[in-house]
């Protein structure tokens, strides 16, 4: 059974940093793609970033370019979401999931249940 | 960053009506496009991908049709559990980019 729990969430001030991670368990971690989403209370979904399965090819959201930073370590079947200088609009529950395969332009076949950032002072 | 229009934000329909989602992509997406559903308090759940294929598990009243910038999403015969928020989500090019949802309630 594909599992995949987040964590690192909680409530941070606005400019500081927080990393996200992503414990990948139930598939064979480092042959798929895999991605963040986001969704701010009562929104609808954002996609955030995505990595392939060898960190070859990565992309982000406009809003978080620059600001984010997302990797992976296939050794330990983790994910990871560097944020920095984070904002009061970053406030979101932060998905982990899952790619249909190694490429990162596939759908997103298995979430997490997610980790909740709040940005305020 | 293409945007992806969903329409209509909400719908009402009573169980076991056919209802339909479309979206549209602001330039050609070939067939990369899935639909999700996501129900109150959990994560969304992949349907369809590329645009047309049912994922495993999912009951086949759903079903997805399209190509280019316009696509559809049907369900055949609504059922109790598939009143939730949908959602269509281009993996066409990065940045992804969702629709803004359809929620669909009990008429």
């Known amino acids: 059974e594909v599992q995949l729990v987040e964590s690192g969430g909680g409530l941070v001030q606005p400019g500081r940093s927080l990393r996200l991670s992503c414990a990948a368990s139930?598939?064979?971690?480092?042959?798929?793609?895999m991605h963040w989403v986001r969704q701010s209370p009562g929104k609808g979904l954002e996609w955030v970033s995505g990595?392939?399965?060898?960190?070859?090819?990565?992309g982000y959201a406009d809003s978080v370019k620059g600001q984010f930073t997302i990797s992976r370590d296939n050794a330990k079947n983790s994910l990871y979401l560097q944020m920095n200088s984070v904002r009061a609009e970053d406030t979101a529950l932060y998905y982990c999931?899952?790619?249909?395969?190694?490429?990162?332009?596939?759908?997103?076949?298995?979430w997490g249940q997610g980790t909740l950032v709040t940005v305020s002072s | 960053a293409i945007q992806m229009t969903q329409s209509p934000s909400s719908l009402s329909a009573s169980v076991g009506d056919r209802v339909t989602i479309t979206c549209r992509a602001s330039?050609?997406?070939?067939?990369?496009l899935g639909w999700y559903q996501q129900r109150p308090g959990k994560a969304p759940k992949l349907l369809i991908y590329?645009?047309?294929n049912l994922q495993s598990g999912v009951p086949s009243r759903f079903s997805g049709t399209g190509s280019g910038s316009d696509f559809t999403l049907t369900i055949s015969s609504l059922q109790p559990e598939d009143f939730a928020t949908y959602y269509c989500?281009?993996?066409?090019?990065?940045?992804?980019?969702f629709g803004q949802g359809t929620k669909l309630e009990i008429k």
């Open positions: 999931a899952k790619g249909v395969n190694y490429d990162i332009l596939t759908g997103l076949d298995e």
């Open positions: 139930g598939f064979i971690f480092h042959d798929y793609a």
């Open positions: 990595i392939s399965w060898n960190s070859g090819t990565i």
């Open positions: 330039q050609g997406i070939r067939n990369d």
């Open positions: 590329a645009a047309s």
């Open positions: 989500l281009q993996d066409y090019n990065y940045p992804f980019t």
